[in-house]
Every structure is written in C-alpha cells, then in structure tokens.
C-alpha cells in the first residue's frame, strides 16, 4: 500500500507528464490541494486556475477562490457560466451534475486549446467512485483527467497534506453545488438558488460552518453534525425569523444531522453507481 509521500509523489509524475494544464478550481479542499500541487510541479508559467461563477455557485465561495488563487500567485481566470440555460439541467434529474461538469468542459477545453493548455484537469478523488457522481463520466467522455484520483489519493490524505502546506483549506467543509440541495425532480430556478444562498450565508455567519438547507418547495431542512443540533435549537426563534424573511413557509431540523449528499438516499444502488 502507498504512504502519502509515495501517492504525492505519483500526483507530481502525472501532472509533470501533462505538461500545461488548466485547473477547474473551485476553491475547495480538493481543487485547491490540486492547484497547489501543479503549482509546485509545474511552476506557475504551466499552470492556469479557472473559476466558473454561476446562479449554483455562492458569492462567498467565488470571493474565497479569487484570494486564494492570489495567495497561491496562480495565474487565475474567472470567467461566466449559467447551469440553468443547459437544456435539461433545470428539470433536476438524477444525472443533473453529467450535465453541469459537461457545460464546464465546454467552457474550460476552447480556453486550454487557444492558450496552448495540453490538459484541462479537476478535483475528483478516490472516494469519489463510492458515491453518486455522474460528472465523472461526463470528465471521461471529454478527455478531462483527475489527477488525484489517479494517484489514488483520499480527502483525509488531502486534508493531511493540506495542513502541511500551510493551505487555509485543509479543515474547510465539504462543498456542493447549491442545486444539490433541491431534491430530484424538483425544478431548479433561480428564486430557489438565491434563498438556499441566503439561507446558508445566515447560518454560517451565525457560526455553523457545516450545513446545508435542504429545500423541498416551501419548506426548508436544516442540516448540521448532530454535536451542533443543540446550538441550533437554541437560537431557534432568530433562524426562524430571518428564513421566514427570505421566504420560506416551514422550516425544520434534520435529527439525524449533517450528511453529505443526503438527498441522494433516495436513489437505488443502481442510480448511485458510477459508470465510466
């Protein structure tokens, strides 16, 4: 079995052999790890971080990747996308994010090929294949790789690599598209992203840095560890009055806690498996 040191290692060799790439960069634990990994391997004349800011992506999180593309010195992008104009996207079907990470290739694969990037390259990782996650196909499909997934390499190994290097994002939360929190079948729309967003905001502002509101129409769940239940329900009333502001009818707490990808428990195993 490979030590972390052998895994980087490995990442270092198959990024050296791509040459000049783009990095899909979202901010992320993992998309900044790899940014910083193709930085070091690369140098920054062969490198390129591009953000694709859209109706599913939070003002916070585009802020948070513009400085640390700066504090990183990577030569960054950030260029315009909308999910909502690709033809199928908003309808919310179970393949949705095929459809997302297709449209985000379309956009970064011109940009590669004109600037004379050899390889457009994104965060997946090895326990990626565990889960339900249709952008890996559409990533096999155009040809763009993971090279942390090749190296076989996990979020606790990024984590712990992370920390480090010194990157601020070694602790932060796992992060999702805010169309994620719509349960399939449920039209996406733009009203819908803005108060998920907004929602959100108010909550980790308020100190709950892991969380997620789920929406289903009117009514709003809230997601947090089940350490931090009891913080919630202590400022009860102040959540409740600012979610009823942005507009949303009922609004509850999920007792079993904080899950990533929870509405995704509704799929079959057949849904959720991965094919590429």
């Given at each position: 079995m490979n030590t972390i040191e052998q895994k980087y290692a490995q990442l270092g060799e198959i990024l050296h052999d791509m040459g000049k790439v783009v990095v899909a960069f979202s901010g992320g634990v993992d998309s900044t790890f790899l940014l910083k990994a193709a930085l070091e391997f690369l140098g920054p004349e062969r490198v390129l971080a591009i953000t694709a800011d859209s109706e599913t992506y939070p003002v916070r999180e585009k802020e948070a990747a513009i400085a640390l593309a700066k504090e990183l010195e990577a030569p960054h992008v950030v260029i315009h996308t909308s999910e909502l104009a690709i033809p199928g996207y908003a309808e919310n079907p179970t393949n949705r994010c095929y459809f997302c990470k297709n449209s985000l290739f379309d956009h970064l694969i011109p940009i590669a090929k004109e600037r004379g990037y050899e390889h457009v390259i994104f965060g997946a990782i090895a326990d990626d294949l565990g889960e339900h996650r249709p952008g890996l196909l559409a990533a096999h499909e155009q040809g763009?790789?993971?090279?942390?997934?090749?190296?076989?390499?996990?979020?606790?190994?990024?984590?712990?690599?992370?920390?480090?290097?010194?990157?601020?994002?070694?602790?932060?939360?796992?992060?999702?598209?805010?169309?994620?929190?719509?349960?399939?079948?449920?039209?996406?729309?733009?009203?819908?992203l803005s108060m998920i967003d907004q929602a959100e905001d108010f909550l980790i502002q308020n100190g709950f840095w892991q969380v997620r509101v789920r929406q289903h129409e009117n009514l709003a769940r809230i997601e947090v560890p089940a350490s931090n239940l009891a913080e919630v329900l202590a400022v009860a009333d102040t959540i409740h009055t600012k979610l009823e502001e942005i507009g949303y009818t009922y609004i509850t707490l999920d007792l079993k806690g904080y899950r990533s990808g929870s509405l995704n428990e509704v799929l079959s195993q057949e849904e959720q498996s991965v094919h590429i």
């Open positions: 763009v790789r993971a090279p942390l997934l090749e190296a076989n390499m996990k979020k606790s190994e990024i984590r712990h690599l992370s920390r480090q290097f010194g990157l601020s994002t070694w602790d932060k939360p796992s992060f999702a598209c805010l169309s994620s929190r719509i349960p399939y079948g449920e039209e996406i729309t733009a009203q819908k």
